[in-house]
C-alpha cells in the first residue's frame, strides 16, 4: 500500500543554520512528489513538487528537494533558515495514475534565534 | 492566495447539530477534494468530486455527506455532530482527477460544543 513516512515529528533548528527535512515514500510507481508548508492557522501552502526529470527541484522561500529513487526519499532541505520558516512540513506522494494524494504525518519546524 | 475559498472560517456549534462547510475551486480547476485535519488523526483524506461526480472516498464518516454542484463549488455536510468533530476541514482543488498538483483553501475551523 502506498504510504508516507516523515520520520522526524518535531526539529530545532537555530536561524541560519542549514535544514533537512526527511521524506520516505512507499509507492509501486513513479510517484509525484510535493512538499507542503503550514503556518499556524493557515492552510497548506505548496512548497514544490517533482513529476519527473531533473531529480533537484527549486521550490519557493529557497527551498529545494531532492527525489533518490534508489532511497524511496524525496527530502527537503534550505541553506540557511529563516524564523519565519517556523511551521509545520508536509510531505505527500500523489498517484500518477490514480487520484489519492498520501500526506505524511508532518514535521514541526521550530526556528530558535 | 491559492484561489481555493472556503467559508466559513470559524464555526461553533453544539453537539448533535447539523453545519456546512462550502468551497469554490480555483477557477479552472474540476476536481475538489475535502480534508479533515485534527491533533490526533493528523490530515485525513475525507472524499473528492471531479465534475460533480464523486471519485474517491477516504475515512468519511457516514454522518458526513458532500456534493460538488454544477457550477464546481463544493459543500460538506456534517449531522450529528460529536465532540470528536472538531478539527479544521479543508478543501482543495485541482485541474484534472489524477497526476496534478493539489491546492489548498485555508480552512474551515470546526468547534463542536
Known amino acids: 500500500a502506498q504510504s508516507v513516512t516523515q520520520p522526524d515529528i518535531h526539529i530545532t533548528v537555530s536561524e541560519g543554520a542549514s535544514l533537512e527535512l526527511r521524506c520516505n515514500y512507499s509507492?509501486?510507481?513513479?510517484?509525484?512528489l510535493f512538499w507542503y508548508v503550514q503556518s499556524p492557522g493557515q492552510g497548506l501552502q505548496l512548497l514544490l513538487k517533482?513529476?519527473?526529470?531533473?531529480?533537484l527541484v527549486q521550490g519557493i522561500k529557497g527551498f529545494e528537494a531532492e527525489f533518490k529513487r534508489s532511497q524511496s526519499s524525496f527530502n527537503l532541505r534550505k541553506p540557511s533558515v529563516h524564523w519565519s520558516d517556523a511551521a509545520e512540513y508536509f510531505c505527500?506522494?500523489?498517484?500518477?495514475?490514480?487520484?489519492?494524494?498520501?500526506f505524511g504525518t508532518g514535521t514541526s519546524l521550530t526556528v530558535i534565534p | 492566495d491559492s484561489g481555493v475559498t472556503q467559508t466559513p472560517k470559524h464555526l461553533i456549534t453544539a453537539t448533535g447539530q447539523r453545519v456546512t462547510l462550502r468551497c469554490s475551486p480555483r477557477?479552472?480547476?474540476?476536481?475538489v477534494y475535502w480534508y479533515q485535519q485534527s491533533l490526533d488523526q493528523g490530515l485525513q483524506f475525507l472524499i473528492q468530486?471531479?465534475?460533480?461526480?464523486?471519485?474517491a472516498k477516504g475515512n468519511i464518516l457516514e454522518r458526513f455527506s458532500a456534493q460538488q454542484f454544477p457550477d464546481l463549488h463544493s459543500e460538506l455536510n456534517l449531522s450529528s455532530l460529536e465532540l470528536g468533530d472538531s478539527a479544521l476541514y479543508f478543501c482543495?482543488?485541482?485541474?484534472?482527477?489524477?497526476?496534478?498538483?493539489?491546492?489548498f483553501g485555508e480552512g474551515s475551523w470546526l468547534t463542536v460544543v
Open positions: 468530486y471531479y465534475n460533480g461526480e464523486e471519485r
Open positions: 517533482y513529476f519527473s526529470g531533473d531529480t
Open positions: 505527500a506522494v500523489g498517484e500518477n495514475t490514480g487520484n489519492q494524494f498520501y
Open positions: 509507492y509501486g510507481a513513479t510517484p509525484y
Open positions: 477557477s479552472g480547476d474540476l476536481s
Open positions: 482543495a482543488s485541482s485541474v484534472e482527477y489524477s497526476g496534478n498538483t493539489i491546492y
